[in-house]
């Protein structure tokens, strides 16, 4: 596979609104290894294999437990993950996959009693970037380096 197209050269003006969003993430009060879990899940979903090997190694440098990496695509099997975590996972798969949810009651109810209603739309804007990111890094074959 061959990179098709540097989107950041392509359109500068597009990448700096894409990196206000991950300034505002930056500042959210939401957990650096709970972004990084979010980021991997999300782009595991998406198979963009830029963003998994990026944010694979970004949860490494940032003390993330290799275990619980390698069983993060099984989270609702392994108990290696907080009742936070895991309702930011079930909230992730919901949103990745928004065609096929439509976020259900139940992913809601799940995610209320663990996040502020500002985490829950800092949370939200996480999953979409990195959807976005994702659909970046895919569209124009984006390569791990």
Partial sequence: ??????????????????????QRIAKSGLEKPLVELVRLRASQINGCSYCIDLHSSDARKAGEDARRLATLAVWHGVPFFSDRERAALAWTESLTRVAETHVPDAVWDRIRPHFTPEEIVDLTLLVNTINAWNRFAIAFRKLPG
């Fill in 1 to 22: 596979m061959t990179t098709r197209l540097d989107f950041y050269k392509a359109s500068p003006d597009a990448m700096k609104a894409m990196n206000a969003l991950e």
